[in-house]
């Protein structure tokens, strides 16, 4: 949204309408021309550009590491309280995945506190509730000033995939050729640190 006001001064011929949503729209029947998503699109009558990737990282806050111990491995969080990421599209809980060299563990989290809201995540890790696997730029913050701390060093989690998508039926308008550059070149500037 802060670089938003450039697009629109650059071109002042287009009406942008910001839809938010946690639900997949048909972008077709519903007449929007493209949609921002994460993941791989699972809708093969889609067309998909990617434009960047979310970064992740596993973290708690230090009272909770003092209080628990850190997991040395991924397979130990099922030992720990784990703060649970509800998928938007189904509200289930959504696995973890950590990788090291050819390594990859994905498990199964279980934790007292289930939120649908990313940022919710990262607040409950401050608050010493669990282990989090948010986003880095949510948890950027609070690593720099010590209110987190990194857990699974030596652990990452595969970053997802950011695509814009439009209808097959549809060729690539101008202007979202435009807006999708526009995106891709927001995501690519930002610092690494905003994930």
Known sequence: ???????????????V???LSNRMADLSAEGFDC?????????????ARR???LDWVTCAAPSYVRRHGVPGQPTDLQGHNCIVWLSAQTMRAMPWRHQRNNDEQVVDVKGN????????????????????????????RGLQEGRLVRVLEGWSSPPQLISIVYP???YLSAKVRVFADF??????????SQG
């Open 183 to 192: 995106l891709a070149r927001v995501l690519k500037d930002r610092p690494a």
């Open 168 to 170: 097959h039926s549809r």
């Open 1 to 15: 949204m802060p670089a938003l006001p450039r697009f629109l001064a650059r071109h002042r011929e287009l009406t």
């Open 17 to 19: 309408e910001f839809a």
């Open 35 to 47: 949609a921002v998503r994460t993941g791989v699109p699972p809708d093969s009558s889609l067309v």
């Open 51 to 53: 434009i960047g990737t």
């Open 113 to 140: 506190l289930a939120v649908n809201a990313m940022e919710d995540v990262a607040a409950a890790a401050e608050a010493g509730i669990g282990i989090a696997r948010t986003l880095r730029r949510l948890a950027e």
